[in-house]
Nanobody
Framework: QLQLVESGGGLVQFGGSLRLSCAASGSLDNYAIGWFRQVPRQEREGVSC????????YYADSVKGRFTISIDNAKNTVYLQMNSLKPEDTANYYC?????????????RGQGTQVTVSS
C-alpha cells in the first residue's frame, strides 16, 4: 500500500510563494499523482495532476500560470510550486495517487498540509 506524506505548507503573504512536497513510500512510475485542496464546507478542488510515467501535467484554470507540478522519480516525490499566492488559495492541500495515467478519486491519499495566504 502506497503511503503519502505532504510537507511545506504554512502562512504566507499575498503574492508570496510556497513549495509543497509529497513523499511516497514507493515508486510513482505507474501512478498518476494529483494535488487537491479542501476548504471546510466547500467541494474539493483538483488543483493539478502529473503522470508518474511520462510527466504529463494538468492544471485547474484557477492555478494555471501560477502553480507548477513536478516529479522526482528517483526520490519518489512530487512537488507543487505555488507562486503569486492569493487569499483564495487558502486551503488544506493533500496529494493523492491513482494507479495508471489519470488522476481520479485518489486511491491513496496523504493527510494534507495547511496553506494560509494573508491579504
Amino acid at each position: 500500500q502506497l503511503q503519502l506524506v505532504e510537507s511545506g505548507g504554512g502562512l504566507v503573504q499575498f503574492g508570496g510563494s510556497l513549495r509543497l512536497s509529497c513523499a511516497a513510500s514507493g515508486s510513482l512510475d505507474n501512478y498518476a499523482i494529483g494535488w487537491f485542496r479542501q476548504v471546510p464546507r466547500q467541494e474539493r478542488e483538483g488543483v493539478s495532476c502529473i503522470s508518474g510515467s511520462d510527466g504529463d501535467t494538468y492544471y485547474a484554470d484557477s492555478v494555471k500560470g501560477r502553480f507548477t507540478i513536478s516529479i522526482d522519480n528517483a526520490k519518489n516525490t512530487v512537488y507543487l510550486q505555488m507562486n503569486s499566492l492569493k487569499p483564495e488559495d487558502t486551503a488544506n492541500y493533500y496529494c493523492a495517487a491513482d494507479p495508471g495515467y489519470y488522476c481520479s478519486g485518489g486511491e491513496y491519499r496523504g493527510q494534507g498540509t495547511q496553506v494560509t495566504v494573508s491579504s
